[in-house]
Every structure is written in structure tokens, then in C-alpha cells.
């Protein structure tokens, strides 16, 4: 079927990215906006803009009623959910189905399938990937059992976890006990699921991911992510491909990727997230992202696709418009994220009226932002305000763009952790490449020179 009307369920950077290439796709888009979005860039880029609820997501953009009841009335052929909010929900792709409305993602079961970390665990072993040493728990024992088995530190995390949330490192037998309490506490809270497990905890890791496509029947890879600058799991750079990777174990991991999405019979956009133990030069499963992903520029950059439009045409129901062969890989990008946050101040938000934002305008570069002069940012959501990307020849070259291009951006009326990301750039372990994720919290202590974690 052709997609005529997709109703946006999401804010900010991704609704502008996601209207533009309706647009150029000749597909009209209805904006379904909180009370806090109703005069945002995304609203005066749509061709309509419903009122969804207030301003509270909770209100609003994670209310699975009002926006199908949102679809229902604008008699939208299709939803697309961007990224975080309802994204990778169960209950909103069900309403699609029971609706008739066409989800921009994943089947429902697959996202079932995924959205639980011990479920995915087990698709993941079913298809010949590598997992952490680790399992399920049933109780305090259970857990010092296990830890006893896999050797300390290990890792606790939250079954329908994310972003760092209801995870803990336990170096010694006596921090089990109430880490388990703390972060099944954490995941009830975020998840409304206290369930957690238990992984070895890999000391030396890197963050690489891969971008898979599937229409349900054949899968591709679109090669690797890094992800390894993060604090407290929270990613704040990425580039593609990554770098300084074997050559075989990146192919590896490509086929591991493809794989599991095969596995699933996948249909549409997804990133099969991997832990590269830099110890061992192995890799293990982690998780699947059901969506797209915040760092898809880097992937476009590189590939020359329109992920977004990939989605959709999936979501129409073709079969992929590409083969694995036809994938081409040019250069190297990198991507910041650029958030409303004071980095000096233990990365609190910082929303508030925009006096000033000024972005670089060139061939190598590309900013996706809902960001202009005069701006509010609203305390309800995350601090995201723009990506900016940059595509170069090969790592160097793109290290280099990316220093200009940050000197060329301006942000006035908020703390931003923009001058964070010049401080990176000048840096020479960053400008070469290959480290793991406990490298930036040293970058942030040696340059704030105050304790910090990851």
C-alpha cells in the first residue's frame, strides 16, 4: 500500500527529520504535539498539528490512547514513532493492528521479543550469537550463585531496562545485596518491571553497534556504529564505522547482526547493539533497539540512504530496495549531541529561552535541530537540542571538520555542553580513535578535576 498521511507521535529533532522526508517522499504529515510543541519548528514544518494533551509525556506523548485516537481522527494511514516515548511499545503497535493504522517499525511480537532483555538473550543464543556469561534470577541466592559462577565484578540490569537505568557494577559479595535492591527499585520506578538479571562484567568493553534493515523475509546490514563515549550510559558521541576494528571481527559481527534479525524474521529499522571485550577480542550480544536510532546520521552519512525512508517503504510493505552487495561505504562520520546541560555542573539540565543559535552551513556537514533564535527549551523532555554530523574522507579528516564545525556553532540563553564537545575534539587520545567506555569518564575527571563516574 502507499503511505498517504503519517501521523508524527514524537517531538523535537526527529519530528523535523521525520516531516522532511514525508516531504520529499510527497506523503502529508500531521504533527500530534504536547501543549509545550504546538509553535515548534516540527509543527510549522507539517502540514497539521493536533493537539495531543499537555505537556507532561506522560500526558502526551506516552499516551497510547490519545494518539491513536489522535491517527483515528486525522484518518492517518500510518504512525511513525521516532525514537524514546512510545517507540518501541507493544501496546501502541497492537492498537495499530486492532486500529488498522500502519506501524512505522517492527511487528509486535518482535517487538516483544526484544523489548525484554532476557527474551532477546534467548533469540540471541537461538541464532548462534555470543551472550555475556550471566542469567536470570530468582531471589538473593540465586544471584550470589551466579555471581560466584561467572567470577565478580558483575553486572545487574533491568530486564525492560534502558539508558542506564536499574544497572549497577558489584565488585564484591557484599554490594550484592543492595545493589539488587537499588536497581530493582530503579527499573520498577522506569519500567514498571523490577525484574533484573545478572552478566559478567566486562571491564574493558567497547560500544559498537550494527544497522540492520529487514522487510520480514531477507535482512542487511548497513555496517557499524561506535558508541563508546557515554556517561552513565548515556551516549554522547558516535561515528561510523568504527574504528580501529579488525577487519575479521567487524565482518563477524556484521554476520552475528544479520543474522539475529533473521532470526526474527525483522520488518523495518533496527540496531543490534554488541560489547566488544577488548581483552578477550570478542564480542557479545547486548540488546536490540527496535527503532530508529538517535545515531542514524552517521549511517546515512556513510551509506548515502534515507533510513527514514527505508522505514517507510518496509511499513508499504516492499521488499528491501537494496541487496547486501549494493550497500556502499563511503569515509567516516561523527556525530555530537548537543544538549541542554551544564557539563561543569554534573551535566544538570539547563532548559530556557534560546537568545541565539547559529549552526555551520557546509557540503560536510549536516545538523539535525528543532533549535532556532527565540527557542524555548521546556523542562518536560530530554535535553537534546541538535546532532551535529560530519562526514570526511577518513577519521582524521572527519576529526578535523568536526573541530570547525564546532568553533562555527552558537547557543546563547542556556548552559549547553557544547564547549564539552570542543574540549573532546582538541583531545589526542580522541583524535585517535579505538578506546573503550571507560575512557571519557577519565577525560571528564582530568578536565573538571572532580571525581565521576560512568
Not at 190 to 214: I, K, N, P
Not at 215 to 240: F, M, P
Request: charged letters at 25%.
Amino acid at each position: 500500500m502507499r503511505l498517504r498521511r503519517v501521523l508524527i507521535a514524537n517531538r523535537g529533532e526527529i519530528a523535523v527529520r521525520i516531516a522532511r522526508t514525508c516531504r520529499s517522499l510527497g506523503i502529508e504529515t500531521v504533527l500530534a504535539a504536547s501543549d509545550a510543541d504546538l509553535d515548534s519548528l516540527a509543527a510549522r514544518l507539517a502540514d497539521r498539528t493536533v493537539r495531543l494533551g499537555p505537556a507532561p509525556s506522560s500526558a502526551s506523548y506516552l499516551n497510547v490512547g490519545a494518539v491513536v485516537a489522535a491517527a483515528r481522527a486525522v484518518h492517518a494511514d500510518a504512525i511513525h514513532p521516532g525514537y524514546g516515548f512510545l517507540s518501541e511499545n507493544v501496546r501502541l503497535a497492537r492498537a495499530c493492528d486492532d486500529a488498522g493504522i500502519v506501524f512505522i517499525g517492527p511487528t509486535a511480537s518482535q517487538l516483544d521479543a526484544v523489548g525484554d532483555k532476557l527474551k532477546a538473550r534467548g533469540h540471541a543464543v537461538a541464532a548462534g550469537l555470543p551472550v555475556v556469561p550471566g542469567g536470570e534470577l530468582d531471589g538473593e541466592s540465586d544471584a550470589r550463585a551466579l555471581a560466584r559462577e561467572i567470577g565478580f565484578p558483575v553486572l545487574v540490569k533491568a530486564v525492560a531496562g534502558g539508558g542506564g537505568r536499574g544497572m549497577k557494577v558489584v565488585r564484591a559479595a557484599e554490594q550484592l545485596a543492595p545493589a539488587l535492591e537499588l536497581a530493582m527499585a530503579e527499573a520498577q520506578a522506569a519500567f514498571g518491571d523490577a525484574r533484573v538479571y545478572l552478566e559478567r562484567y566486562v571491564e574493558s568493553g567497547r560500544h559498537v553497534e550494527v544497522q540492520v534493515l529487514g522487510d520480514g523475509e531477507g535482512a542487511i546490514h548497513l555496517g557499524t556504529r561506535d558508541c563508546s563515549i557515554q556517561r552513565r550510559y548515556q551516549k554522547l558521541v558516535e561515528e561510523a564505522p568504527a574504528p580501529r576494528l579488525n577487519a575479521a571481527l567487524r565482518e563477524q559481527m556484521h554476520g552475528a547482526a544479520v543474522a539475529f534479525a533473521r532470526h526474527l524474521r525483522y520488518r523495518g529499522l533496527g540496531t543490534v547493539e554488541l560489547l566488544v571485550d577488548c581483552a578477550r577480542e570478542a564480542f557479545y550480544f547486548l540488546e536490540m533497539n527496535a527503532r530508529i536510532q538517535v545515531e542514524h546520521p552517521v549511517t546515512e552519512a556513510i551509506t548515502g540512504l534515507d533510513l527514514v525512508a527505508e522505514q517507510i517503504a518496509v511499513a508499504e510493505g516492499r521488499p528491501l530496495r537494496l541487496a547486501q552487495q549494493d550497500v556502499r561505504f563511503d569515509g567516516h562520520a561523527i556525530e555530537c549531541r548537543l544538549n541542554a546541560e551544564d557539563w561543569t555542573r554534573d551535566f544538570r539540565p539547563s532548559p530556557g529561552d534560546v537568545l541565539r543559535a547559529v549552526f555551520p552551513a557546509a557540503p560536510h556537514v549536516r545538523v539535525d535541530t528543532h533549535l532556532q533564535s527565540g527557542s524555548r527549551v521546556p523542562p518536560y523532555y530530554d535535553s537534546l537540542l541538535a546532532k551535529l554530523v560530519v562526514h570526511g574522507a577518513d577519521r582524521a579528516d572527519a576529526v578535523d571538520r568536526l573541530r570547525e564545525a564546532l568553533a562555527a556553532c552558537t547557543i546563547d540563553g542556556i548552559a549547553t555542553n557544547l564547549p564539552m564537545h570542543e574540549a573532546l575534539v582538541q583531545d589526542a587520545e580522541f583524535r585517535a580513535g579505538g578506546f573503550d567506555t571507560r575512557w571519557f569518564p577519565r577525560f571528564l575527571q582530568a578536565r573538571l578535576q572532580t571525581p565521576t563516574d560512568s
